[in-house]
C-alpha cells in the first residue's frame, strides 16, 4: 500500500470515536470468512503485531498487514446513511 486517503469527515468522526471510547488509535482489519469478508474499524490502544502505523490529520491508523500487502491505496470516507465505509484498490 503507499496511499491512505480519509475524508475531513471520516477524520472528524474518527476523532470522537476515539474520544468517547478513550482509545489513542484505529484499527482497520478483514473479519469474517469465505463469501462474508468484510472490513472493519476499531478504537484500539495499541497496533497488533505485523500491524503498519500511519498517521493522518491528528489520527493514528493501524492497518493488517493483510491489507497493505494487497491493496495500493485505501480509502476511507463518511457517508451521512451508511456511516465510515472502506474501500480498497
Known amino acids: 500500500m503507499n496511499k ?3 475524508d475531513n469527515k ?3 468522526f474518527i476523532k470522537k470515536a476515539l474520544a468517547n471510547e478513550n482509545a489513542e ?3 482497520i482489519f478483514m473479519s469474517g470468512g469465505g463469501c462474508c469478508k468484510r ?3 476499531t478504537p484500539v490502544k495499541k497496533p497488533l503485531a505485523g500491524d ?3 498517521r493522518q490529520d491528528g ?3 493501524h492497518i493488517e498487514k493483510y491489507l497493505i500487502d ?3 491505496t485505501i ?3 463518511f457517508e451521512e446513511d451508511k456511516g465510515l465505509v472502506i474501500n480498497l484498490y
Open 4 to 6: 491512505l486517503i480519509i
Open 10 to 12: 471520516a477524520i472528524s
Open 25 to 27: 488509535s484505529v484499527r
Open 39 to 41: 472490513f472493519e474499524i
Open 52 to 54: 503498519s502505523t500511519y
Open 59 to 61: 489520527i493514528t491508523v
Open 70 to 72: 494487497n491493496s495500493s
Open 75 to 77: 480509502e476511507i470516507r
